[in-house]
Every structure is written in C-alpha cells, then in structure tokens.
C-alpha cells in the first residue's frame, strides 16, 4: 500500500467521547476504542485502512457500513471471520487484517 | 377434531425496520404471537437505526424532524416485548419448501410459516467510478450509519456524490453535527426536479423539508452542483479529491478527504426471489421488483412483501404497508380486517406512489454512467473484476443476460451478491449489446444471501 497513512485516522468522533475506554490488539499494536464502538470504528479512528483487497488492487476501509458489502471483513488470532461493521469491539480482542487466508477454511 | 385446540398460525417478519415493527404491532393486535427476525442488535431498521448503549445523544439530534416517529416506532416495539418471538442478530439466509432458514451466531435453524411477511429494506444504489474502492470512500448511507451509529464522520472534509433525497439529507447532518461537506454532487440537473415538482406536491411535508437541507446548506456556503458528471475519486491509497464535470462541462477537482456516494436506493429481494415470487422490471426505478398486489401479496403462497423491500417508497409508507402486509395475511389466514381500516391504509400508500415517481424523475438513476464507464474501471469491488471483463463476456463469450455474463465474467458473483454491483453491470451489459436493460434481466437471488460462517451447524 503507498501514501501516507492519515495519523489521526480516517474517521472523526463528532461526539459522544465520553464512554468507557476499551483496549484491543489489531496486528499486534495496541488500539484504544470506546465501549459501543463497532471493529470498523475503533479501526479507521486509530488508521486510515482496514484490510487489503485479496485481488492485489489495495487498501479498503469498508464501505457500506451496514452488513451487505462484506467489504470489511476481519480476523480473530485464531482464525474466526468477522465483520467489522456489525462486530462490537471487547476489551482483550486480538484482531489480524493481514494475510489472513480467503476464503476462510477451517 | 371437536376438542382438537386451534392451532395459531404461525407468521414470520424478517425486518424489524418501519415496516416490519408495523406488521408485528398489527398482528399482536388481531391476537397471534409473530416472529420477527433481524440481523440487527436492535429494532429500528435504517432510518430509525439505534445507537448503542451507553451513547447519549437525545432522539431529536439523531433524528431531526422525524424524532418523534422514532421514537413512537421504537416506544411500540419495545412494548410488543414477549407478545412476538423477537431474534436480533438473526440472519434469515434462505426460503425453501415453506420454510426460513434462520442463523443465529453459528447456529441455523428452518422455521415453517404458514405465512412470510418480507421487510427487508434497501441497500444503497451505486454507479462505479475510478477510485471508488480507495479507502475513505463510503456508501452514502454508510456516511450516514457512521454519524447516527457511531458518532463518526467519515472524514474532515467530506464530498457526498450522486444523487437523491438522502445526498442533501446526510450533508446536512453532517454540517449540524459540525463536519461542514466540502461540497454536494448532484448528478440529476436541476430542471428535472421542477419537472418532478407536480408529483412531489404529493407530499408537501416532505417537499418542504427537502428544500430546507438545501436552504441551510446553503447558508453554510457548502459547495452545491446539479447535472454533474463523476469522473474520479483520486488519491494515493486514500481520498484526497474528486473529479468532475460541473453541469456546463467544465473539468473540475474538489478537494476532500472522503466521499460518500449513493445514487437513490435499490430493494433488497433475495428472499423474495428465493421464495419464487415472480418479479417484473419497474420502468420508474429501472429494477426489477417483486410482483405484488396493492396490499403486499406476492405471487407465492402465503409469502407478503412490505416496505422499502418492495419498491422505494420511503420510511412513512414502510410503516404504511406493513400494516396491509399484516391485514393481507390475516384475511388469507380467514381473519380479515375492517374493509375501512383497508382502504384507508391504500388511499395513503397511493398518495406515496405519486411521490415515488416524482423522486425517481427528480433524482434519476444515471444509467448513462454505468454504460460509459471505461474498460478498466472495477465494477465488481468484491473480486476486483472490470467493466472489459464484463463487456467481453458480453461479446467474446456471448452472454445473452446477467446471470450468464455473471457465470463468464464473475461479476455478481463475489460475496456482496451483486447488490453493489448488480445494477450498473446490467447497464453496461445492455449498452454493449445495444439492448434496453429490462433484456439483459436480473441477478437471480442465491442462498446463502449472505457468506455463513465456515462453522455454521444446522439444529432443527
Ligand atoms: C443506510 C440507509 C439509510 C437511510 N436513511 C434514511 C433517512 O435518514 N431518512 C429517510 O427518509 N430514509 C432513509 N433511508 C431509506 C429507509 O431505508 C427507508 O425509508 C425505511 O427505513 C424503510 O423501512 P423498511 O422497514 O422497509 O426497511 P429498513 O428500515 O431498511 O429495515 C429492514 C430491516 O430488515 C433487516 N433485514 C434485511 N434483510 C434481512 C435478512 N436477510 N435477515 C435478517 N434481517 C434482515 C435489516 O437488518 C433491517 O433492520 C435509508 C436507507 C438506507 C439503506
């Protein structure tokens, strides 16, 4: 991926900025979220990018936000799928957008 | 039989949106207990969308003018509580042999109805650009979720593109939530929304709040074009700006560091189709469309459709015919409705048909686009496919329809089943074989409608 990486994310919090803090790990680095965020939020307001397009033409950030696109799609250390648009973030969750295997077999 | 107990019927809702939350309120009301199914984490559906727990934010910030339909929607759903069987976070993946197939967590179950009630709602509809998959670009109703949901604006400086109702409806809230919108695209030009005006007068409410978003908009100094031509979301590797033709053909770059994009709205009919409902194309919104009666009734037993899931009419006719929806399957299960609470209901569903057709004048999908897309852009953004790759399955392979260039060129195929793709595929499709797009048909609805978990069980 080339560019810049936005440092302060690609998503702003316009309010609500005073909900309990929630500690994740996401490729290994620590991210700080609020309770109530969903992976996708806690994700591009920490970064510019989610995961990488599996066809070789990039970077993605999701784009639906609603479940229908797939195009958000994130993964446990061991191997669960999830969607990061529709997943709430838990405090301790280890989440991989890199190299994870597609389609997912278990 | 004499002292046999009468069964109840059993009757399921998948949506509890403004149309299915009306449906389960009005089948309470005739005495039976319905299921109602969800994906969800909570009822409201898309307009009235909740935010979680622990947010803060009154209804009127949330919701604006509609804060009270809001919160009346929400305030009577709740209070159906053990009334109906309600599963949130289920997903209804499949109809088969008069049965749902229901996944909840990594567990699917098959429910037999003796009646269906689909208030499934929409999707956004797009036209592909260059750069639409770069990271920063959002679906304008995801612009949407974001603020609403999350309390998130998808950038600092964000540029929303396309056209209808919600373009001006979601810049404005952005700008009151205090992220001001580097500017609004409007693709339709402006003269055909003054065309559209007579039907619009249909619902005057509506016209003047429209009128409003753009008013304060304005205000706001927020840059506002009409009869604009896409022609790139630029960037490298996120959004920096967006270029375009202005409405007398001047080249022009607006900078900004994310896009929301939508073009109206398409139904969301997978179930329907799976349930083997038939379908006929709409000439209003150039899609294909469940077929069904004035009150919902699809052409499959026992099978009703209500709301958005039906055709674009909006939140206020999705609570509208929701309650026919319910009335329809209640006659069909030999309880009808009073024939004045009927007709009253249609009355009010034809004033918003009116109003539909002035929307999709006034707003109109740019068919144009989709077919003058060049070779390489991607249409498909699941698997990365081009427009060239979708023209050659159309030429060189011979592809008559969309589900055989699907089968040739994958577009359609990749895991968002065509819902973002499917429409503008046609387009190009039909353009290059010079045919009108109701030729080309319609992406066939495919089980599961949406990717199960790889560990999915099946219980029964
Ligand atoms: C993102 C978005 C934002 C919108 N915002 C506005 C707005 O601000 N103002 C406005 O006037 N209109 C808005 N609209 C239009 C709006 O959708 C409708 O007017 C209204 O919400 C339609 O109500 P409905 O009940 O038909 O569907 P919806 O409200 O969309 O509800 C459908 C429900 O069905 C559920 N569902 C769908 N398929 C399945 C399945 N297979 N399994 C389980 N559950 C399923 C969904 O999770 C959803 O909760 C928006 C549309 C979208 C897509």
Redesign the interface.
Known sequence: ??????AEG????????T??AVNLEVDGRAVAAL????LL?AL??NG???RE?E?????????????????CWVWTADG??LRAC?T?VASGMRILTRGAPWP??? | MADAKVIAPTVIIVGAGPAGVRAAARLVAAGLRPIVIDEGRMSGGQIYRRQPEGFRRPAAELYGFEAAKAEALHRDFDALGPKIEYRSESLAWNVYDGALHVLTGERSEALRYDALILATGATDRLVPLPGWTLPGTYSLGGAQIALKAQACAIGARPIFMGTGPLLYLVAYQYAKAGVRPAAVLDTSPYRRRIEALPLLAARPAMLAKGFYYSAILAARGVTMLTGVTPIAIEGDGQVASVVFQDGRGRLRRIEGDAVGLGYGLRSETQLADLARCDFAFDPVARQWLPVTDVDGRSTAKGVYIAGDGARILGADAAEVSGQLAACAALADLGRPAAAAEVGQLRRTLGRMERFRRGLEHGFAWPAHLAAGLADDVLVCRCEAITAGELRRAATELGAPEVNRAKAFSRVGMGRCQGRYCGLAGAEILAARLGVPVEQVGRLRGQAPVKPLPMTTEAVS
Do not use: N
Not at chain 1, 10 to 17: D, G, I, K, L, Y
Not at chain 1, 35 to 38: H, I, M, N, P
Not at chain 1, 55 to 71: K, V
């Open positions: 991926m080339t560019g810049a990486i936005r690609q998503f702003r919090r316009v309010a609500e900025r909900r309990a309770e109530g965020d969903t939020t591009l307001t510019a990018r989610l397009s066809f070789g033409d990039g970077a993605r950030a999701g784009f639906c936000l609603m479940g229908a696109c797939q195009d669960e799928r529709t709430p997912t077999q278990k």
